[in-house]
């Protein structure tokens, strides 16, 4: 998602009620999400509730869970707690790789260093046959 697209999912723009209206539940239902710790509206200076688009998303998502799943505010909290753990691991794991692949960058580059610093010390002979003498035992 480009900067502007979650700049404006993330802006603050409606207000309780059309928030309300467009996450298709009462008001009070938000009070109450926001109480429970489910959502955190923005505040203007004056304390009024802005919600954002990306928080109609989370509210729309909580309804599903709560209705077509039948869980409880305990059991949504708990289910965005484990998807907000697994979000960080695979921010994690994504940056294990790169440093794994920078590692093994440097790692290659060092090798292949190393090979080259042994083709400087072989001097290449030509081919000769060798000789055995064998001495008698007397």
């Known amino acids: ?3 502007f697209k979650k700049k ?3 802006t603050a723009l409606f207000m309780i009620s059309v928030a309300a209206e467009l996450a298709g539940m009462h008001p009070q239902t938000l009070r109450i999400y926001e109480q429970k710790g489910l959502i955190s509206p923005a505040r203007t200076p004056k304390n009024t ?3 954002s688009e990306q928080d109609i998303m989370r509210l729309r998502y909580i309804q599903r869970l709560t209705t077509e799943l039948g869980m ?3 059991g949504v909290e708990k289910v965005i707690e484990l998807e907000q753990h697994i979000e960080n691991l695979h921010s994690r794991i994504a ?3 790169e440093e794994m692949q920078r590692i093994t960058r440097k790692l290659h580059e060092e090798v292949e ?3 080259k610093s042994y083709r ?3 001097v290449p002979l030509a081919k000769t046959e060798i000789m055995i003498h064998h001495k008698r035992r007397r």
Do not use: I, K, P
Request: glycine fraction near 4%; aromatic fraction near 4%.
């Open 72 to 74: 409880n505010l305990a």
């Open 49 to 51: 509730r802005l919600y």
């Open 120 to 122: 400087r010390e072989l």
């Open 8 to 10: 404006q999912n993330t």
């Open 113 to 115: 260093a190393v090979h």
């Open 95 to 97: 940056g294990l790789r």
């Open 1 to 3: 998602m480009t900067d």
